[in-house]
């Protein structure tokens, strides 16, 4: 059970939200973007979000042990080098400490996507870090049957 219906309380700031959404979908690539959603919800402690995202990207031929191996990508071989960096700038933005985004991780990103690949990612970790607060906050379930 939900603590508020955030989408029914508040319908224009979840309606900007889901803009939000829908830009990062159609600007950022598909299985990269899972990647990060599944990883920021991971840190985030979000079950609703974990559970939506993994299911979603098995849908679109994800397969599990990459799934899997999200919450260990750093020792996990499954990855390139462009999902790597996407994942540990997800990291950096999402556990955004004192310091901000470290020098090391941007120039890592900054040297294997564009300009606006980068600015693109940025919005959609930023994207599903308000989803996540919002879920985590509303204690929004996933569905226990599918």
């Not at 996990?76 to 999402?94: I, K, N, W, Y």
């Amino acid at each position: 059970m939900s603590r508020i219906d955030m989408a029914a309380v508040v319908p224009q700031a979840y309606q900007a939200v889901s803009g939000l959404e829908k830009y990062v979908q159609a600007n950022v690539d598909h299985t990269v973007l899972e990647l990060v959603k599944l990883r920021a919800s991971m840190l985030n402690g979000c079950a609703f979000c974990v559970d939506m995202h993994s299911r979603d990207a098995l849908a679109a031929g994800e397969s599990s042990r990459r799934l899997f191996a999200v919450a260990a990508w750093r020792e996990a071989p499954f990855f390139d080098e462009r999902e790597r960096t996407a994942l540990a700038l997800t990291d950096a933005v999402t556990r955004l400490g004192e310091h901000g985004v470290p020098d090391e991780v941007w120039d890592a990103a900054a040297k294997v996507w564009s300009e606006k690949e980068l600015a693109d990612l940025v919005v959609a970790i930023a994207t599903i870090n308000v989803w996540n607060r919002i879920a985590v906050t509303s204690q929004a379930q996933p569905p226990t049957e599918v």
